[in-house]
């Protein structure tokens, strides 16, 4: 017994019978057409779930440092930063959270004036007393910067 389907997207339809292979093949030339794509069914999604989990690993912060290699006191502080919001989920940090990432990644700590240097910039924003966070154009700063990636 054949297989039927039917389908209508905005002012567009088809029509076609038969076999799977043969309805799959057509169907798919119909979405391309609309400009979509069939979802493709996923069987097994908790071990996709898991897998893609254990391929994005968490970086430490001497290897998130080392790939984006800032030059510079101010981006070296945009760089931690950025690592305290991405990996320890801290959108919000002081002088000392950035001095104690610092130390982890092996690198001296930025002196002070970076932190005013930086905020004017419009890297940073003031949030509170000696409390700071990433501004989007920060953000966008330590996105733009190239990351080395390791095999």
Do not use: C
């Amino acid at each position: 017994m054949p297989n039927r389907v039917f389908w209508k997207i905005g002012d567009r339809e088809i029509e076609v019978e038969g076999d799977k292979a043969f309805i799959q093949k057509h169907l798919k030339t119909f979405l391309d057409s609309v400009g979509l794509a069939p979802a493709q069914p996923s069987k097994d999604l908790p071990s996709k779930i898991v897998a893609a989990a254990k391929s994005s690993k968490i970086l430490s912060p001497a290897e998130y440092f080392r790939q984006k290699s800032p030059n510079g006191g101010t981006e070296i502080l945009i760089v931690l930063g950025k690592y305290l919001e991405e990996f320890r989920n801290k959108t919000e940090f002081t002088r000392k959270d950035i001095k104690a990432v610092a130390q982890e990644a092996k690198v001296s700590p930025p002196h002070a004036q970076y932190y005013s240097n930086a905020v004017k910039q419009g890297l940073l924003r003031a949030i509170g007393r000696a409390t700071y966070g990433l501004s989007i154009t920060g953000e966008d700063a330590v996105g733009a910067m190239p990351s080395k990636k390791r095999d």
